[in-house]
């Protein structure tokens, strides 16, 4: 399955942009949303991922939002690995009430650590109440592509609960072959040039690349 990930910015563009779609991604860290505006998108009847990315909003309004695109609908919510434990922890407590699944997730924007220790983060991602855990890193070499693609050979991934994939243009083999490795699903953008990281593939890109292999 193919998860569009939209930027929220202006809501009635993005419901636009949701017409169709079994999945997508929603990223609020750069929106100005009120509680109707993210009622409106997260009581939809389509699966949403709802993200918040740290950075941009304070941590107050941050959770805020997480904790309202729960309340209103979200099928996933997607949180930093790295985000303090009493953030985690409201925000999970809330997802398991609501039947929300829970991504916990780790980015590394310059480069891949090695395998053992994306292992160790997996193990800690399922630890602290993860129902998928996903590994996001830049790629600079084919070493790289090796280790990420090493964490598919976990127990996790066969049940669908592992999403590893790499950053950058070389990091582009990873977003194909995640869905044939055991992700439940991969990362796209709407269209060409609406990317929300680097090495994303478009939507109907990525789909034509997969009905390929898939046969």
Do not use: W
């Not at 919510?77 to 991504?103: H, M, T, Y």
């Not at 983060?121 to 399922?126: I, S, Y």
């Amino acid at each position: 399955m193919i998860c569009v990930s939209l930027e929220v910015s202006n809501v009635s563009d993005s419901l636009k942009k949701l017409k169709g779609l079994d999945l997508a991604e929603l990223r609020l860290d750069k929106a100005s949303l009120t509680g109707a505006e993210i009622k409106q998108l997260f009581s939809l009847p389509l699966d949403l991922i709802v993200t918040c990315r740290p950075g941009f909003l304070s941590e107050e309004d941050r959770k805020q939002y997480l904790l309202e695109a729960i309340c209103y609908g979200a099928k996933y919510v997607d949180l930093e690995i790295e985000s303090p434990v009493a953030f985690k922890q409201d925000i999970i407590s809330l997802a398991r009430n609501k039947g929300c699944l829970v991504i916990l997730s780790y980015h590394n924007y310059q480069e891949t650590p090695p395998a053992i220790e994306l292992n160790r983060t997996v193990r800690k991602c399922f630890q602290e109440g993860a129902d998928i855990a996903k590994i996001a890193c830049q790629v600079n070499s084919g070493q790289d592509i090796i280790s990420l693609f090493s964490l598919y050979g976990l127990e996790e991934a066969a049940a669908g609960k592992i999403i590893s994939l790499g950053m950058g243009q070389k990091g582009k083999i990873t977003r194909v072959a995640a869905p044939l490795l055991g992700a439940p699903f991969a990362y796209a953008s709407f269209k060409p040039g609406s990317e929300t990281a680097e090495g994303q593939l478009d939507r109907k890109s990525l789909k034509t690349i997969l009905k390929y292999f898939e046969g």
